[in-house]
């Protein structure tokens, strides 16, 4: 799924668009047991609570494509006959067997501490017809999208406080159990992908990228998870030191950080749809222009097929932090803007290392602008 694609079915989770005709829920303690369950018509509800229960919902389409928003993909044996699958589709027709096993599965294999709340909810959507110009026409549908949206919130106790009870006319120290917070899990199935049903992908939330649960995910999709963001620039780090040994200086790295940054920006700037990736080849080919010998080259090559697998479609905003660029040693520590990063240079003089930063304009030490002679 692209984020136009996210947006427009986040759009229709509001009280007079979306066509939600019931919530199931499920309070599952901190034995992981299930304690209680609810079938809660959404049209009955109170205006006010029914909206925070869309806001939750809402919750697990936020986040960036490839950070907090990851496709898992089935294959096609898992879409013919697998356990997993046969389970989403019975949850997305509603079937009270599969409901309950898939209340039975989270328990048993989501690791979160506390209590939570798992809500499941059924929308069918009149996908408008698209015309060339971009303008969705209202009148004019494509087909049906019928999906399944479900999202884990936990629970949490708020400390005791005291408080005016005017019935009674006294003052209690009370304490508010059971505050639902946004979910730390979700997922929409079956996918969104080109504004028509998916049935072999699921868009999957994580509000934490450095967790995105991969307990739940094998047992519920049978994949593992893409490697979390955070891991993904840790291991492409690990792989430029470890691959260019001493080819690994100022000049490439800062080359490196330039080049994805340049395909970012001109991405955003054409306002493209689909996320960006590039290939493990597109970036060898930037090492190359570096001047990085063949050997190097060739153990790039062959860490980044192992760590990141064979044809990756790597995303460059989780290799490089594009909004920071930074030049650490152990005792100081320099933080370039990275449209200036050419500002810094290294060199060795008289035997010694050096980081030399070109200072043509002001500069301050300590908020004293001195004077360099």
Request: charged share 25%; net charge negative; hydrophobic share 35%.
């Amino acid at each position: 799924m692209n984020e136009k694609e996210i947006a427009e079915l986040r759009r229709r989770l509001r009280p007079e668009k979306n066509n939600i005709t019931h919530l199931r829920g499920c309070y599952v303690n901190e034995k992981r047991e299930l304690v209680s369950q609810f079938d809660q018509p959404l049209s009955v509800l109170p205006q006010e609570e029914a909206e925070e229960l869309l806001e939750l919902l809402r919750r697990t389409f936020t986040g960036t494509l490839g950070k907090q928003l990851l496709d898992i993909p089935f294959t096609t044996q898992q879409v013919v006959d697998s356990p997993e699958h046969r389970l989403l589709m019975g949850l997305r027709q509603g079937e009270e067997d599969a409901v309950q096993l898939f209340f039975q599965t989270v328990a048993q294999n989501l690791a979160i501490e506390g209590t939570y709340l798992i809500l499941l909810a059924w929308d069918t959507y009149d996908v408008p017809y698209r015309a060339r110009d971009g303008h969705a026409l209202e009148d004019a549908s494509e087909e049906v999208f019928s999906y399944l949206l479900c999202a884990v919130c936990p629970l949490k106790e708020q400390r005791p406080a005291l408080r005016y009870l005017p019935a009674e006319q006294s003052f209690r120290n009370l304490r508010m159990d059971g505050l639902v917070a946004a979910p730390a899990i979700g997922f929409l199935f079956p996918a969104f992908d080109d504004r028509t049903a998916n049935l072999y992908g699921v868009l999957y939330h994580a509000r934490d990228p450095q967790q995105p649960h991969p307990e739940l995910v094998e047992k519920l999709f049978g994949q593992q998870p893409p490697m979390p963001a955070p891991q993904q620039q840790e291991v492409f780090q690990e792989i430029l030191e470890s691959s260019l040994a001493d080819s690994c200086n100022y000049g490439v790295v800062q080359t490196i950080h330039e080049q994805l940054r340049s395909l970012m920006e001109e991405h955003k700037a054409s306002k493209r749809e689909d996320p960006l990736t590039i290939s493990r080849q597109a970036v060898q080919g930037v090492l190359e222009q570096c001047g990085v010998p063949e050997p190097c080259l060739e153990s790039f090559q062959q860490q980044c097929d192992q760590r990141f697998g064979e044809d990756a479609a790597l995303i460059p905003g989780n290799l490089v932090d594009a909004k920071r660029f930074e030049v650490r040693t152990p005792d100081v520590v320099i933080r370039v803007n990275p449209d200036c990063s050419g500002l810094v240079e290294t060199r060795v003089i008289d035997g010694c290392r050096y980081i030399l930063i070109r200072a043509n304009e002001q500069v301050e030490v300590n908020g004293v602008n001195i004077h360099i002679d």
